[in-house]
């Protein structure tokens, strides 16, 4: 609960308002053909800035992956700032009715 409360506070404080729950779903990170680690340059400035450790990467070979796990993105976008190569969007999840 603790870390929740965490993340609604430093959005607001970066001029980010977090939806009520159950409005809908926030938005989530997607990572692009442009990154900089899928053309196998070392760059990890995405899961660096993510406060909640949502960014991950898998190592594979010739190098490491990004990933993105949805149930802990909170749409904050600090992955998208930090991105050097703008590879990082914010989407909003195809809701399932």
Known sequence: MTEVVDAQR???LFGR???EPGASEPPVAVIGSSCFALQGIA???CR???PTG???FELVLGGARPRV????CTGCGD???ACPADAVQLS???SVS
């Not at 796990?69 to 802990?72: K, L, Q, V």
């Open 69 to 72: 796990e949805a149930a802990d």
């Open 54 to 56: 949502a960014v991950r």
């Open 10 to 12: 430093r959005q607001f």
């Open 17 to 19: 308002f977090v939806q």
């Open 48 to 50: 660096d800035a993510c």
């Open 92 to 94: 909003f999840p195809e």
């Open 43 to 45: 760059c990890m400035s």
């Open 79 to 81: 992955c998208s700032a």
